[in-house]
């Protein structure tokens, strides 16, 4: 198994086998990043964060209604200490040690790029661009496991983080 970037990492690189949150955003770690080197292929986030500081119109691949469930970086960090402090349950089903970590809420592309642009401070100027291939359209987490298992619950909105 080799190391490959991972989605959230700004092009750097982690061993497959630690890939399990979806989504996680630092606002200020992604600016970072992005003045620090450009990564070859960046995330959405990245992607309209560095359209928004270029002053750019923000790319939208498709008509938009593609979700995600971003989740903050702090809120992250509570469930994995939580995980890591607990007992954790006996070894049988690939899954019994796993929990989802996410919102449980989906937010557009669109949403996401106006949500952006307002942070930011600007009127949100979208320009659409062909569906990328592959694509998924819906990728949103049930945390309810996370809920139940580890007292666990996100502490923080998109809104809020972005706000942050």
Not at 127 to 144: F, K, L, T
Request: glycine fraction near 8%.
């Amino acid at each position: 198994m080799g190391l490959q970037p991972f989605y959230g990492t700004g092009g750097r690189c982690i061993p497959r086998s630690h890939r399990r949150h979806l989504n996680w955003e630092s606002p200020k770690e992604v600016f970072e990043l992005l003045h620090e080197r450009p990564p070859l292929r960046l995330d959405l986030l990245a992607e309209l964060l560095r359209e928004l500081l270029e002053e750019r119109a923000l790319t939208i691949f498709g008509d938009g209604t593609q979700t995600r469930d971003y989740v903050y970086v702090a809120d992250v960090a509570d469930a994995t200490f939580r995980a890591a402090t607990r007992a954790l349950p006996a070894a049988g089903k690939l899954d019994v040690r796993a929990y989802n970590v996410g919102t449980g809420v989906g937010t557009s592309v669109t949403r996401l790029a106006e949500l952006l642009s307002r942070a930011a401070g600007r009127e949100p100027i979208l320009e659409h661009a062909p569906r990328r291939p592959g694509e998924q359209q819906d990728s949103v987490v049930n945390v309810s496991k996370a809920a139940r298992e580890l007292d666990w619950r996100p502490a923080v909105s998109l809104e809020a983080g972005l706000a942050r």
